[in-house]
């Protein structure tokens, strides 16, 4: 079996690419699951809002529009659902975190994003700057539909997927630490599937 391995590059250059790209654990899928734990809100974008609140309890708040003429960016990443799910090169376009949170002033440590709906996620707010995290409205070409959390969602792709808020309409910044829907309910405060923090305890 070695043998042949070695002797067949393109086999063994697929292997590789399996084993760096996919986390322990988890399987690859084509298909694209929907994973929502209530019904799915419909929200016009002239409705729609994000609103940034500082722990001082400052707002900022930006309509489709404004949001819309944010730097947009292209993005194309794996996801990987705690259900054991893997995702590769999923392509979204939207506006980076930073983009967002350049002008707030905050000395906040935490962020807890919220939905439409009332779906909540906690994050360290390191984690949504730099480049990591996007409010994504386009997947694939295509405006997001509904079930995946269009009009937008967050996308924190770094991490386990149920931290990519569906119907994403802010975040809250804390200094303490405030767990989420499912992080209370026992799923890992982070939730870094590289390291397998599945559950409280991982
Ligand atoms: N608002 C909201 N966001 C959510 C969820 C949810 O139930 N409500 N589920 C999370 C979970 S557990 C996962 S795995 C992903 C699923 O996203 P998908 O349905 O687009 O695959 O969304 C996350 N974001
Ligand atoms: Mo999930």
């Known amino acids: 079996m070695t043998l042949v391995n070695s002797f067949s590059p393109g086999f063994h250059g697929r292997e590789r690419r399996l084993t760096d790209k996919l986390p322990p ?10 994973l929502s ?14 609103t940034v609140t500082t722990e001082l309890g400052e707002r900022r708040s930006w309509t489709w529009d404004q949001m ?10 794996d996801i ?15 506006v980076p975190l930073d983009a967002f949170l350049e002008d707030v002033e905050t000395a906040a440590d935490y962020a ?29 070409g295509y405006p997001l539909s509904p079930e995946h959390g269009g009009p ?29 829907f499912w992080e209370s309910v026992g799923y890992h405060n982070y939730g870094d ?9 991982d």
């Open 193 to 201: 599937p590289w390291r397998e923090q599945r559950n409280w305890g």
């Open 152 to 180: 937008a969602r967050l996308l924190v792709p770094h991490l386990y997927f149920w931290k990519s808020a569906k119907w994403v309409n802010g975040l809250r910044l804390t200094h303490e630490d405030e767990p989420g």
């Open 80 to 94: 990987h659902c705690v259900t054991r799910w893997s995702k590769f090169d999923t392509r979204w376009r939207g």
């Open 68 to 77: 819309m003429e944010l730097p947009q960016q292209e993005t194309v990443r």
């Open 25 to 34: 654990g988890q399987y690859p899928t084509e298909s694209f699951p929907v």
């Open 112 to 140: 807890v994003v919220s939905s439409y709906g009332g779906y909540t996620t906690n994050l360290p707010l390191e984690d949504l700057l730099d480049g990591q995290a996007w409010i994504v409205h386009t997947y694939d």
């Open 37 to 50: 734990a209530g019904p799915t809100p419909k929200i016009p974008v002239d409705t729609w809002q994000f």
